[in-house]
């Protein structure tokens, strides 16, 4: 199994910043996909991925204000949030994938996630 732990979440205005950290531990395969995933309700939606050759991408609403870094010798992947709104209050996920048969299959191990709270 592998476990992720997300940490870097808190409570800021309108306008403000966080960097979001994610570091996987356990039985670490060689991922080909990093990601940030958010739950402003009771679904999942994507927020950015990072491919192996750092080709990034990310969600339309958060495209130009976030961005996804990764530290691969250290197992761990960032999402560095820059004018946050409050439509970005979620709690924030990390996972990664392998990318076979022509798909990227998620890890089943969610972590916690962490908390990100943007209000007045």
């Known amino acids: 199994q592998v476990q992720f732990v997300e940490s870097g979440g808190g409570w800021v205005q309108p306008g403000g910043s966080l960097r979001l950290s994610c570091t996987a531990f356990?039985?670490?395969?060689?991922?080909?996909?990093m990601y940030w995933y958010r739950h402003p309700g009771n679904s999942r939606e994507f927020v950015a991925q990072l491919?192996?050759?750092?080709?990034?991408y990310y969600a339309g609403s958060v495209k130009g204000r976030f961005t996804i870094s990764k530290d691969s010798a250290a197992n761990t992947w960032y999402l560095q949030m820059n004018n946050l709104e409050p439509q970005d209050t979620a709690v924030y996920y990390c996972?990664?994938?392998?990318?076979?048969?022509?798909?990227?299959?998620?890890?089943?191990?969610w972590g916690q996630g962490t908390q990100v709270t943007v209000s007045e």
């Open positions: 491919l192996r050759d750092g080709r990034a």
């Open positions: 996972n990664a994938a392998q990318h076979k048969d022509g798909v990227y299959d998620l890890s089943l191990d």
């Open positions: 356990g039985s670490i395969p060689s991922f080909d996909a």
